[in-house]
């Protein structure tokens, strides 16, 4: 008898306090990219004429719990409401959650970016190109710096980042070419004698190797900031890079109404597909949200799992989200999932 209550009890601190190797996922938070947090604007433009804005623009999240016992894995998993996955799935072996924390913050940052890009290049704003960041010890780590505006290489004007690789077409390791570029202002030139990629760990290429990644960012006067703390990953692009726009031209994209989405956006606008969808929705529907957009590869599952009363509107890029907002308002047929 004292052997089948001392086995029970065993069985219990199991459930209730031994963790199982499994993380739950379920809806997160949403924010409003128009509204503030805490007294902080999320998305703010200084320094340029803005626009009032009406209605929200949302941008959702998922929750991932770790450390979650046996009896609260059975229990978010019957709920219906939570799903679970393999912790490697999301912590891998041999990185710590710290260092988890710092990648999911640098791909918030980076879709940061990517949005205020995509949205400024949608308006039409100018762009310049820089060296984003060089390879230490390459040919390019002797002349240039990172910031550096790049203007000419090799004879060829630099209007897009694609342009730099282009300008090097037909070169050769050990040839020299001539650089102008832009530094704090000031416009210097100089040179650089072309190595072999393979001996700075880069893939093999015919041509000449300078070793620098070039990147676009607008060339503006004004300032645009987006702040919120605790949350990370790429997935809130589209809404940051709505937001930028609507502050930044008349009319109104919301139009009063909550409008609520994800996706992932590269800095030329293309939306991309993401994670976490259904739980996504579910957050966007109990925040009030009555159109969500949602990725065009991710139509298939928002179209199986989205609530009652959600509209899906399928996007692909931004110029398409647009639209399809102010289609929405027009009362015009939109794409949809």
Known sequence: MLSSSLLVMGLLVLGLFVPVPYVSLGPGPTYDTLGDVEGVQ????????????SGQLRMTTVSVQDDVSMFEAVARWVSGRYALAPREEYFKPGVTEEEVQEQNSKLFQDSQSNAEIAALRYLKYPMKVIAQSITSGAPADKVLVPGDRLLVVNGKPIAAAEDVRAALAGTTPGQAVAVTF???????????????ATDFGASDRPEGFMGLESGERPDVT???????????GPSAGLMFALAIVDRLTRGDLGDGAVIAGTGEITAQGKVDAIGGIPFKMISAHEAGA?????????????????????RLVKVENLEGAVRALDDLKAKRDVPSC
């Open 222 to 232: 004004f300032k645009t900031s987006i702040t919120l703390a605790d949350v990370g």
């Open 42 to 53: 999320v998305v703010s433009v200084n320094g340029t004429e803005t626009f009032p804005t």
């Open 182 to 196: 832009q530094r704090e202002g000031q416009e210097k030139s100089g040179t650089i004698t072309l190595g072999k």
């Open 290 to 310: 009555t159109t969500f957009l949602v990725p065009a590869d991710n139509c298939a599952e928002a179209k199986e799992n989205a609530p009652d009363g959600l």
